[in-house]
């Protein structure tokens, strides 16, 4: 069964920069595209970023174009989140989740279990 | 990159049917079949129960079904089960090649 471990999150001021990591096993990494999801407490889903598997292909949500950006190391079977310029809102639980289509885009399968960022001063 | 929209909640009593519309564009929901839907337990990860407008995953009960026409898909959960109970989401790629989230639906089974 797809593995996906989120790790990274915390409090962090406003402003500032953390960069989250989603650790993934039980399927082909390198092969699956991914995104990052987030939800912000007692909020609905908000769709943050999608990289393609071999990293050429990157699209992000207006709200957070500029300041994050989305990465992966095949080598290390982890995709990353850096996400600058931290602002209150950005507070959520951020997933990492498995893309489920393969040569065509079909949205998020499988989820991991989230890691929860907080922006406050 | 609006959400799409959905009724805040829906409920039913067990053995009954719901419907959860979600409403998009003709830049998301009426361009593509690439919709899903998702029920999130409280506490818990998104599980994907549907995707490409009707496609349930191995596991997920035929109780479950889904459509679109238009800008508009729904999800229907027929023989509504106490377990049912949950947060509901779809979701559709758009002409950006972003995706978008509906706001979401709490079912209450009575």
């Known amino acids: 069964q797809v593995q996906l471990v989120e790790s990274g999150g915390g409090v962090v001021q406003p402003g500032r920069s953390l960069r989250l990591s989603c650790a993934a096993s039980r399927f082909t990494f390198s092969s699956s595209d991914m995104h990052w999801v987030r939800q912000a407490p007692g909020k609905g889903l908000e769709w943050v970023a999608v990289?393609?598997?071999?990293?050429?292909?990157?699209y992000y949500a207006d709200s957070v174009k500029g300041r994050f950006t989305i990465s992966r190391d095949n080598s290390k079977n982890t995709l990353y989140l850096q996400m600058n310029s931290l602002r209150p809102e950005d507070t959520s639980v951020y997933y990492c989740a498995k893309e489920g289509g393969l040569g065509i885009w079909l949205g998020p399968d499988y989820w991991g279990q989230g890691t929860l960022v907080s922006v406050s001063s | 990159q609006s959400a799409l929209t959905q009724p805040p909640s829906v409920s039913g009593s067990p053995g009954q049917s719901v419907t959860i519309s979600c409403t998009g564009t003709s830049s998301d929901v009426g361009r593509y079949n690439r919709v899903s839907w998702y029920q999130q337990a409280p506490g818990t990860a998104p599980k994907l129960i549907i995707s490409e407008v009707s496609n349930r995953p191995s596991g997920v009960p035929d109780r479950f079904s889904a459509s679109k026409s238009g800008n508009t898909a729904s999800l229907t959960i027929s023989g509504l089960q106490a377990e049912d109970e949950a947060d509901y989401y779809c979701?559709?790629?758009?002409?950006?090649?972003?995706?978008?989230f509906g706001g979401g639906t709490k079912l209450t089974v009575l």
């Open positions: 990289i393609s598997y071999d990293g050429s292909k990157k």
């Open positions: 979701s559709s790629y758009t002409s950006t090649s972003t995706w978008v």
